[in-house]
């Protein structure tokens, strides 16, 4: 029965178990993080359409303001002229029909206008903010004269201020500047649009949580909008950024006008990146709770199996002691019978073999007691014994590099390792063979190496062959070698291995004891 090959069975079956599970998780979650990817990218897009729907709004408001202006010239051209023929010197007697000049000149509603001639002196202003009067009443305990002084210079600090200027020569020597601005009209489209360019930046700092964007100028690599923080960046580092966020996604063209071109560039949000990593730290979690739980049971398996083999073996030791103490009492009987002397002294040899094994499980569980004596002496006297009791085609030799090699152990449990090692050898090997047993010491340890001519071990099951259940025989149980390992490991501190095996040449078992 091969308690460790069902047990095996059933940890890769828990194991698979254990691997479906994670990965249906694992796909759960990678498709969780891929719809949100596509649903957010699609965001950007719609978003970037809207953007570019306002771009196309503030092209339209730039045209029409083109428009305007063009049409408040001409209707300034029309209105300079006018007022050059009003101005004009009159010859002879009869007035001119200045009807039409007038008519031009009024219409005129809400272009703001300063005329003033070559000595910057102002000869008419119309449809400004201010008046004569709000200035003379800002300025009331000023003389007179000072008042319309100012007034003069601050209109003619006004006129030079604005960049539309229209020449009237009067006449030979008279000339007249027309200077004059946008209408009232034209100024409120203007804040119009100027709040439509302030919400597009509002719009793109309100994305700044969502998706990190960047608005550069395709022709100049100059940022026109970004929530990103590129304010200090040297230029390096901006073309490194749009380098980066080209391998994110590909570029969104905006035009704001017929001479502009930008590219909108954009990455995944931060929380779309740390969500790309959930699945590996949920992989992450889940391993370390197996491997945790794995230990937790480990422990308590390996507590419980300790509780079992300290509790098997007192009730063996307990349970052998009455034979025995009967057993003991018909030897002396057969001592006093006329009988071959060598029957009850062979029987003895048994009776205290069977005490030595009572022995050996009363210690199992008990604090080992170890004690520095003879090595070879414990490894020759279990040998002896069992050569009476092996074919005689099985044959044995010792060797050590020392007659005395004093070691701390506990002699009747290094016996039972070597036996359970020897008739695993010989079960090895059947029906004859080698058995070699060197024992040598080094700076700090003494090796037993014990050597069978057998069938040997495949490289793979060198350390299986310790684990409790692991048998090849058909009616063993597996717990030999297991108990080897726990006596040299844990009562002795030591270490039991494979070292060196070949399939139908025979394996060598090491046991390393601290000296």
Known sequence: MNLYSKKQRWKIILLGIALVLISASLFFSNSIVSKVSIRERYRVKQWAEAIKKKAELVQLTNRTFSQLRDKERNEMELWSIATKEI?????????????????????????????????????????????????????????????????????????????????????????????????????????????????????????????????????????????????????????????????????????????????????????????????????????????????????????????????????????????????????????????DPNIPVEMQKDVSRLEQVANRFSKIGSATQLEDKNIVETVSTVIDYLKLRISSKIQFSIQSDSQEMLVPHNPPLIEWVIENITKNAVDSMETSGQLNIHISRDNTHVNIDIQDTGKGIANNQFKTIFKPGYTTKKRGWGLGLSLVKRIINEYHKGNVFVLHSEIDKGTTFRISLRH
């Open 87 to 339: 101005l004009k010197p009159v010859d002879g007697q009869q007035m001119p029909d200045y009807t039409l000049p007038l008519k031009i000149i009024g219409i005129n509603k809400s272009i703001p206008v300063i005329i003033f001639d070559n000595n910057n002196d102002i000869s008419e202003h119309l449809h400004l903010d201010f008046t004569y009067s709000d200035f003379n009443n800002l300025h009331d305990a000023i003389p007179d004269t000072t008042v319309k002084r100012m007034f003069n210079d601050t209109l003619l600090y006004l006129a030079n201020s604005w960049k539309y200027k229209i020449t009237i020569e009067i006449d030979e020597g008279l000339v007249m500047n027309c200077a004059y601005t946008d209408s009232k009209e034209i100024t409120r489209l203007e804040r119009e649009r100027d709040s439509l360019i302030h919400a597009f930046n509002i719009e793109l700092k309100a994305n700044e949580g969502a998706v990190p964007v960047l608005l550069i100028d395709a022709d100049s690599d100059s940022i026109l909008a970004t929530n990103l923080p590129l304010s200090n960046q040297r230029r390096s580092e901006l073309l490194e950024t749009i380098e980066q966020l080209k391998h994110s996604n590909k570029a969104i063209p905006i035009n704001f006008g017929s001479k502009q071109h930008s590219l909108l560039y954009y990455d995944d949000s931060p929380e779309l990146k740390k969500l790309q990593y959930f699945p590996y730290v949920q992989f992450i979690i889940f391993t370390l709770f197996i491997f945790v739980g794995y230990l937790i049971f480990n422990t308590f398996r390996k507590a419980e199996q300790n509780q079992v083999w300290a509790g098997m073996a007192k009730e063996t030791a307990h349970q052998l002691g009455t034979p025995l103490s009967s057993l003991l009492a018909w030897v002396q009987y057969l001592e006093t019978q006329n009988i």
